[in-house]
């Protein structure tokens, strides 16, 4: 089994709704901090949001504070990433990934440092168009 598997990607209108799943196996979700990760065609890959192992702490970035929500579900052993008001810049390959408390400067999740996540799933596409 993948530690982990995105899913829940497809073709979403303009100010449409769409959720991903992250998908853990083989650990609990406390064990580490899960992030969500994005890239668009011709453009870097940029951190989304990110949720730390135990506290809950949760960090968007700019472009999706307000629109989107990162959540854990843990009889699921799933992270979620609630994507609301879609716009076309949305679009891309979202990506899940983990990072370990002992990887890094410190013992969180972050979206600039992409280096301190350790394995990253296959990702799910994301497509905006009306």
């Known amino acids: 089994q993948l530690p982990l598997v995105e899913s829940g990607g497809g073709l979403v209108q303009p100010g449409g709704s769409l959720r991903l799943a992250c998908k853990a196996s083989g650990f609990t979700l406390d064990s580490y901090h899960i992030g969500w990760f994005r890239q668009a065609p011709g453009k870097e890959r940029e951190g989304v949001s990110c949720i730390n192992r135990r506290n809950g702490f949760s960090l968007y970035s700019d472009s999706v504070k307000g629109r989107f929500t990162i959540s854990k579900v843990y009889a699921a052993n799933t992270v979620y990433l609630q994507m609301d008001n879609v716009q076309p810049e949305d679009a891309g390959i979202y990506y899940c990934?983990?990072?370990?408390?002992?990887?890094?400067?410190?013992?969180?999740?972050?979206?600039?440092?992409?280096?301190?996540?350790?394995?990253w799933g296959q990702g799910t596409q994301v497509t905006v168009s009306s």
């Open positions: 990934a983990l990072k370990d408390d002992f990887v890094g400067a410190q013992p969180r999740c972050t979206l600039t440092r992409e280096n301190e996540y350790e394995y």
